[in-house]
C-alpha cells in the first residue's frame, strides 16, 4: 500500500502562523527592524532565528521562499518571509546583511510540520 503526504505550501503555513503566536511580521530598513505594530527598533543581537522553513517550487520558481521564524530579546515572536532566486528581496538593501548577522539558536520541538 502506498500512502502518499502533500507537501505544505508556505501560504498555509504563513495561515498558521498567527494561531502559534508568530503572526507579527518583521520589517527590516535601515535602522534596523520592526515586528508589526511596534515602534521598537532591534539590532540583529537583539533576534534568535528560532526556525528556518525552506519552500523549494518544483513547478514555479514563484513558489521558492523561505521564512524565518524569531524571538526578540523582549519576548516578541514573529516571521520574516523573503522569496529567494528569480523573485528575492533585492529591493531591501538592508535584508542581506541584517539576517546575516541575527543568531541562530533553533528550537527543535517547534517541528518541521505545520498540519
Given at each position: ?56 517550487g518544483e ?26 532566486g ?8 538592508y ?21
Amino acid at each position: 500500500m502506498s500512502t502518499s503526504k502533500s507537501m505544505t505550501t508556505y501560504s498555509q503555513v504563513l495561515n498558521l502562523l498567527p494561531e502559534r503566536g508568530y503572526g507579527k511580521e518583521l520589517t527590516i530598513k535601515r535602522a534596523g527592524a520592526s515586528f508589526d505594530g511596534s515602534e521598537t527598533i532591534l539590532q540583529p543581537g537583539q533576534l534568535k532565528i528560532v526556525k528556518v522553513y525552506r519552500f523549494e517550487g518544483e513547478s514555479d520558481p514563484g513558489d521558492m521562499a523561505v521564512i524565518y521564524l524569531l524571538h526578540g530579546d523582549s519576548g516578541e515572536k514573529g516571521f520574516i518571509l523573503n522569496a529567494y532566486g528569480t523573485y528575492s528581496d533585492e529591493d531591501n538593501q538592508y535584508y542581506d546583511e541584517f539576517i546575516k548577522r541575527v543568531p541562530i539558536e533553533e528550537i527543535e520541538e517547534m517541528g518541521s510540520n505545520f498540519e
